[in-house]
């Protein structure tokens, strides 16, 4: 995850009733523009001061550490982050800086709560768009109640709609990141180092407006890291970690990803086309609603007969059920699993080396201007 994520807070600052927008034939371009700006400006205001009260909350890692200030659960997973920030930056080209090198305890089990949304009749996500980052396809609340609460009035707005918790967020170097409590709880030590290389891959190279290019190469370049991390470091794992174990089960879940991720492209494919069907335009809200549903069934099916022996028990088996699947959804999943291809074809051209194969995106990339697409064409066509 890139922006952090907070409370919308009490702003006396509301977007302005559409009716107020149009209301003026000259500034009908003017003032949407304008409230936008002045919308994230409150939001951002706030997503400050709440940052800052948290940074004040933050102790020195190496003292929790050296003091045991924390349950011994967390402690054995806190004493990996250093191993993982040196292995980061000498083994896998990143750029960690002086992150996590602090630590904040948390009352809550999530960092935050991010909404997003999307539009019913066409796979397009709803955008806000904030300074030096661009646009970005969610909300973050640091209070869940709020979260609920702004996801009710995207529903009155006739959205789709998902919310879920964060574990934790990138500063993008901008300032020092902690670890964060909920880190280290929400996931088992691998998953924790995984989630540690995810968020530095943020810090070392971020592309402003291409949000799904920059959260698809931390999950490239996070799983990779890991996979090399444990075969070098499997003593600090503990006595009762299985390294083969470990391998079998990180080989069923790709495999689970891989089929996952296939599903999605198919899916996006094939709910365009729906969409753009002129006799399902035509449809009123209901009977729209009762051939999307349909439509989601059919996609399920096909999942589970296409891809379900490569699914085994993991989460990914029970995307395409949920009764709270949706557009939302689909593109929340899409954001991190759509497209990993052109990265891998450019690690090969690199001889399979992370530090050289994001040293080479960093050249692709570089000086690229425009949409996401000409992002993504600059890794296709890198020659490494």
């Known amino acids: ?13 509301r977007r302005p009733a559409r009716r107020n927008i149009f209301s003026f ?12 700006f002045l919308y994230t400006g409150c939001y951002t205001l706030t997503q400050g001061i709440e940052q800052a009260r948290l940074i004040s909350r933050r102790v020195p890692l190496d003292s929790v550490l050296a003091e045991g200030r924390e349950k011994p659960e967390r402690i054995e997973k806190l004493k990996l982050v250093g191993p993982v920030l040196k292995y980061a930056e000498e083994r896998a080209g990143m750029t960690a800086g002086s992150s996590y090198k602090t630590y904040i305890s948390l009352d809550r089990p999530s ?13 397009k996500l709803k955008t806000w768009w904030f300074p030096v980052v661009g646009s970005q396809p969610y909300l973050g609340f640091f209070d869940k109640q709020k979260a609920l609460d702004f996801q009710k009035e995207l529903v009155a707005e006739d959205f789709d709609t998902t919310v879920g918790g964060v574990q934790a967020f990138s500063l993008l170097g901008f300032f020092p990141d902690p670890v964060y409590s909920s880190m280290v709880d929400g996931n088992d030590a691998v998953s924790f180092v995984e989630l540690l290389f995810h968020e ?13 290019f920059n959260e698809n190469l931390a999950e490239f370049v996070a799983r990779r890291a890991t996979l090399m991390f444990v075969k070098d470091n499997r003593q600090l794992f503990g006595s009762d970690f299985s390294a083969e174990n470990w391998q079998a089960g990180h080989e069923r ?21 729906f969409y753009a069907q002129p006799e399902i335009e035509a449809l009123a809200a209901e009977a729209f609603l009762k051939a999307r549903k349909e439509k989601f069934a059919a996609l399920d099916a096909r999942f589970q007969s296409e891809f379900g022996n490569r699914l085994g028990e993991t989460y990914y088996a029970r995307f395409f059920k949920s009764e709270k699947f949706n557009n939302a959804t689909l593109l929340s999943a899409s954001v991190y699993q759509s497209r990993q291809e052109p990265f891998q074809l450019l690690l090969d051209k690199t001889g399979g080396d992370l530090a050289k194969f994001l040293q080479a995106v960093k050249k692709c990339v570089s000086g690229v201007k425009g949409s996401e697409s000409g992002i993504w064409t600059a890794v296709e066509t890198c020659g490494g």
């Not at 960092?111 to 796979?123: G, I």
């Open 1 to 13: 995850m890139i922006q952090g994520s907070t409370s919308s807070g009490n702003c006396s600052l």
């Open 25 to 36: 034939r000259k500034m009908n371009l003017l003032l949407p523009a304008l409230s936008s």
């Open 111 to 123: 960092l935050s709560y991010v909404v997003q949304a999307a539009e019913k009749r066409k796979l």
């Open 200 to 212: 530095t891959v943020h810090r070392t190279l971020y592309v402003p407006d291409a949000y799904t």
């Open 253 to 273: 879940m790709q495999k689970a990803r891989q089929a996952f991720g296939e599903m999605l492209n198919i899916a996006r494919k094939e709910l365009t086309a």
